[in-house]
């Protein structure tokens, strides 16, 4: 027969370390942090959500549509590119109104108005813009406005017998309704041309007249430089030949 049940045992000592468990699951996502952002962009990124190029996430982040010369024209959406680029036809435009560029090449979505020079947002989004300008004649000074407030300026000094050109961009939160225009502050620095060569062709004329303006500058200079030689010479003859004549004129004088 069994007997009785002793009394427990002393702890052993401790076994060796099992190994590592499996990761456990992910937690729940946290709050969002204060951020320091602009209170622009604070307006605008809710509206957005992940995908920071305009519209929401899925819009154009896909492959979309392409035209006839393979630029994209619609997002996955059905949406155009709220993108444009003009270019301006009328040299020396009004002063303290928005320079209109007339000729468009290209406008998604139509927010920008030929006839206005304005472009108009519609869609909440960080927005690129970038201007090139010509300057002849006079200084020119652009401003970048939004919202009738200047952005940014850009200045170009007038170098005469030159076509010179100034450029300007800046990135911006807009929300819709947001208007952004160029407009030039001042009547003192008012030279912002609009020519500009219409084909290839015109455009090897025109650098072919500057080649041989180059030239014509270059015989002139090196026709300069050999008539002030000769009057050079002459002048070191003529230094030569005076004390002869001088001596000359005092014998007789003496006879």
């Known amino acids: 027969m069994p007997g009785p049940v002793g009394p427990p045992g ?9 190994q590592p468990g499996l990761p ?15 209170p622009d962009l604070m307006g605008v990124l809710p509206e957005m959500g992940p995908a920071i190029d305009g519209v929401k996430a899925g819009g ?10 393979g630029a994209e024209v619609l997002g996955a959406s059905g949406l155009e590119m709220p993108a444009f680029t003009a270019v301006i036809t009328t040299a020396f435009p009004a002063i303290g109104a928005p320079v209109v560029f007339d000729k468009l ?3 998604g979505r139509q927010n920008y108005n030929p006839q206005t020079g304005l472009f108009t947002c519609d869609m909440p989004g960080i927005y690129y813009f970038a201007y090139h300008v010509h300057c ?32 300007g961009s800046v990135v911006l939160p807009l929300q819709p309704g947001d208007t952004v225009y ?7 620095a008012a030279g912002l041309y609009a020519g500009q060569p219409s084909s290839c062709g015109e455009m090897l004329k025109m650098l072919k007249m500057l080649k041989m303006l180059m030239l014509l500058k270059m015989l002139m200079l090196l026709m300069l430089l050999k008539m002030l030689r ?17 001596g000359w004129d005092l014998a007789h004088a003496r006879t």
């Open 60 to 69: 154009y982040g896909k492959k979309g549509k392409f035209g006839a010369n």
């Open 136 to 167: 002849k004649g006079a200084n020119v000074w652009v401003a970048l406005m939004r919202n009738n407030e200047p952005v940014m300026y850009t200045y170009d000094e007038y170098k005469k017998g030159y076509l010179d050109q100034a450029s």
């Open 10 to 18: 002393k702890d052993g000592p401790s076994g060796l370390s099992g």
């Open 182 to 188: 160029i407009q030039m502050p001042s009547d003192q």
């Open 24 to 38: 456990g699951p992910p937690g729940p996502p946290g709050p969002p942090g204060a951020g320091d952002l602009n």
């Open 105 to 107: 090449l290209y406008n």
């Open 230 to 246: 000769m009057l050079r010479m002459l002048m070191m003859l003529m230094l030569r030949r005076c004390p002869l004549l001088i």
